[in-house]
């Protein structure tokens, strides 16, 4: 596996080269992936935070590879992933496309795509062909884009080396799980991530991802009682296994398996917290 260097284009599959972002931290990990994608012409995946020296080298690496950035699409919103764009488009000329911005107060709200593009659709990158997957659940707006080889740019939805955080009420534990699944059996060959390394066995991601999520829901359901109790203190319980100055972000997770709970009749919501449902 390439190292992971900000700056530095590194090619990771046909047509595709991995450029990582200076934002490194506790939800970014190594920072953010921007991509490029293309034969002729290059679409820049992802071109995250509005960053002088991140935008420099997307143009950089455009030059070395000689084509001209003609695209800029995002697999969603989160302003670690999309507020880049908009200088990109300024210095190119690049036309936008990806999914809508949810209201919630945690999107970048300058995203605008001039196309919107959802589930089955086929974008051209310069001679070689994307197909748009919808993938709700880390955030509602979620896409994931497949190449003709298999190679699957996956954004937050899958990223290498953390779990992602869901967060309610535009991330949904039922809908992440539904779009775990939607990827098994696809003929994935190779995921790039929005964060972290390139995953070079996606099947047993996935499967090990629906596994650790169906673990955790399952010890949500175990530490609910009769008794309610606030998600600050089930965070402690359910989260024993994870250090404690990450329960904070945690507890976003937490609430969006008690949510799945709920609709699947298991967990109710009362004012003082949550319980078990008999
Ligand atoms: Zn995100």
Same mark, same amino acid.
């Given at each position: ?54 935008? +420099?080298? %997307? *143009?950089?690496?455009? /030059?070395? $590879?000689?084509?001209?950035? !003609?695209? &800029? #699409? ?74 003709? +080889?298999? %190679? *699957?740019?996956?954004? /937050?939805? $899958?990223?290498?080396?953390? !779990?992602? &955080? #869901? ?91 008690? #949510? ?19």
């Amino acid at each position: 596996m390439a190292s992971l260097i900000p700056g530095q284009a590194t090619p990771i599959g046909a047509h595709a080269w991995r450029v990582l972002a200076r934002n490194p931290g506790m939800m970014t990990g190594p920072g953010t992936n921007s991509y490029l994608y293309g034969k002729d012409s290059l679409t820049v995946i992802d071109p995250g935070p509005e960053d002088h020296d991140h935008l +420099q080298a %997307l *143009l950089h690496a455009a /030059d070395d $590879l000689g084509k001209p950035i !003609t695209q &800029v #699409i995002v697999t969603h919103t989160h302003r670690d992933h999309s507020p880049g764009a908009l200088a990109l488009v300024a210095a190119t000329g690049a036309r936008c496309l990806g999914p809508f911005v949810p209201d919630d107060g945690l999107q970048d709200e300058s995203w605008q795509a001039d196309t919107l593009l959802t589930d089955g659709d086929v974008i051209d990158c310069g001679g070689v062909e994307l197909e748009i997957i919808e993938t709700p659940g880390h955030v509602s707006n979620h896409l994931c884009f497949l190449t003709e +080889q298999g %190679l *699957l740019f996956t954004g /937050d939805h $899958l990223i290498q080396g953390s !779990t992602v &955080v #869901i967060a309610p009420p535009s991330g949904s534990m039922g809908a992440y799980f539904a779009s775990l699944r939607k990827l098994q059996g696809r003929g994935i060959t190779m995921m790039a991530p929005g964060h972290g390394d390139v995953i070079e066995d996606p099947e047993t991601a996935l499967s090990h991802t629906l596994a650790h999520r169906q673990k955790r829901e399952d010890k949500v359901l175990d530490c609910l009682s009769e008794k309610s109790v606030p998600v600050s203190t089930l965070v402690k319980s359910v989260y024993d296994d994870v250090p404690a100055f990450l329960h904070g972000v945690a507890e976003f997770s937490l609430l969006a398996h008690l #949510i799945k709970l709920a609709e699947d009749g298991k967990a109710e919501q009362s004012e003082d917290g949550w319980r078990r449902s008999e």
